[in-house]
């Protein structure tokens, strides 16, 4: 590595890992990294840092983690991430940008693990809950398992209508129109107690089901 190249990284590291920075700039940083496929182990013992600390910016954690993935540290890049299933205090879109990035690693069976786990959690915020469920969808993992727990978060009363609503949406996107599923979302589209906005989304993926 010439001089140069040694200040960019040295520079690039510690614009990454200053709190005091914003963290936009934070993460484009990480990502400045990730394109210029210098893995010495500076680089990966400041990405691994930023990425496996819980108090750095979540976006920041991400493009590290990705970065780290990039540079061929997939494992260690997929663990950390999929040590974010632990912690409730995620930020709105963190699930998404998680499984994204584990599904890029190749890691999308335990992305699906983490996304159900945290859309049934009664104990994270619904915001979160609702993108987890939203990440399902687009992950397109249509397993039993995934179906079944999506369906059950749309069936359960006690579950806020925008969770409901998002997991309603999720089994659309998945295609996975077997018997259980199809009965599920009809019985819920026409039931008249089921709150008005999961009926429609019911409806809406069971159409989506049929015609897929």
Do not use: C, K, N
Request: charged content about 25%; proline content about 3%.
């Amino acid at each position: 590595m010439s001089r140069a190249d040694e200040a960019v990284v040295v520079g690039l590291l510690g614009l990454a890992g200053d709190p005091q920075v914003d963290a936009g700039v934070r993460r484009g940083a990480a990502q400045a990294l990730e394109q210029l496929g210098r893995a010495d182990e500076a680089v990966v013992t400041g990405l691994l840092g930023l990425a496996g600390d819980p108090q750095v910016d979540a976006w920041v954690r991400r493009a590290a983690a990705q970065a780290l993935g990039q540079l061929g540290q997939a494992d260690e890049a997929a663990e950390i991430l999929l040590g974010w299933r632990a912690t409730r205090r995620l930020m709105r879109g963190s699930p998404r940008r998680a499984a994204q990035a584990l599904g890029q690693l190749g890691r999308a069976d335990e992305a699906a693990e983490i996304l159900l786990g945290l859309a049934r959690d009664p104990q994270v915020d619904d915001f979160v809950r609702s993108d987890a469920a939203q990440a399902l969808g687009q992950l397109g993992r249509a397993d039993e398992a995934v179906a079944a727990g999506l369906l059950g978060l749309v069936g359960d009363p006690q579950v806020d209508a925008g969770v409901r609503r998002a997991a309603a949406q999720a089994l659309g996107q998945l295609g996975r129109a077997d018997e259980a599923v199809a009965a599920g979302l009809l019985g819920l589209a026409a039931d008249p107690q089921v709150d008005a906005g999961v009926r429609r989304y019911a409806a809406q993926a069971l159409r989506q089901l049929l015609d897929s």
